[in-house]
């Protein structure tokens, strides 16, 4: 079935150094890819999505960019903040509309 | 606009006793989902529901866990004989129209926990 793999955690990383959280999928078909976070306390929240290959998702200074040959959605950020503290969920959805989650990971930025 | 809502946030319970888990969907929502997240997991889809009606139940664990969508918005997540190993967090999301390209809005989740 289909599945997704992302980096384990804990990442730590001094403010405005550079992330990369890597995220690859196994998927029938070609799926929607996106990246969820869940700051402390609060409920999960979209950060960005791509629809089709090739198509780069943004927001907030996070980037990433769907790409089919690898199979992956590496989530990046050239300078993090203190702020980007949280839990990272790289997802898909599959052929029955479902999100299919990685098992996460924990980013935490040190002043 | 109001977001997705679950009630209660969390539940306590002895094991063998019936609970009930309730969603409200953004307002105009067709599509609703639940799944379930256990510490340190990514969530786990549950059931989906298009309308009033369950479009896909492959991720409930067995029949104790049912859910209905009697009016095509609250739904209710009922689980009977519960057992410790249901414990966790129990999510709820809502989409527009349920397509391949539409953005799931997450409530806070309700905790559950059976002692």
């Known amino acids: 079935g289909d599945s997704v793999t992302q980096m384990e955690g804990p990442v730590t990383l001094s403010e405005e150094a550079f992330l990369t959280i890597n995220c690859t999928y196994t998927?029938?078909?070609?799926?929607?890819l996106f990246w969820y976070v869940q700051y402390p306390g609060e409920g999960l929240q979209l950060l960005l999505k791509?629809?089709?290959?090739?198509d780069k998702g943004s927001n907030k200074g996070f980037e990433a960019t769907y790409r089919k040959e690898t199979t992956s959605f590496h989530l990046e950020k050239g300078s993090v903040q203190v702020s980007d503290s949280a839990v990272y969920f790289c997802?898909?959805?599959?052929?029955?509309?479902?999100?299919?989650f990685g098992s996460g990971t924990r980013l935490l930025v040190r002043p | 606009g109001a977001g997705v809502s679950q009630t209660p946030s969390n539940k306590v319970t002895e094991k063998g006793k019936y609970v009930e888990l309730r969603c409200d969907p953004i307002?105009?929502?067709?599509?609703l989902y639940w799944y379930r997240q256990s510490l340190g997991q990514g969530p786990e889809f549950l059931i989906y529901?298009?309308?009033?009606?369950?479009?896909?139940d492959s991720g409930l664990p067995n029949d104790r866990f049912f859910a209905v969508r009697p009016e095509g918005s609250v739904s209710t997540l009922k689980i009977q004989r519960t057992e410790r190993g249901d414990s966790a967090v129990y999510l709820c999301?809502?989409?527009?129209?349920?397509?391949?390209?539409?953005?799931?809005?997450f409530g806070p989740g309700t905790r559950l926990t059976v002692l």
């Open positions: 999301a809502s989409s527009p129209d349920g397509g391949r390209t539409d953005t799931q809005y």
């Open positions: 997802a898909l959805m599959d052929s029955s509309y479902k999100l299919i």
């Open positions: 529901f298009q309308g009033t009606g369950a479009a896909d």
């Open positions: 998927a029938t078909g070609y799926p929607s």
């Open positions: 791509a629809t089709k290959a090739d």
């Open positions: 307002s105009g929502h067709t599509a």
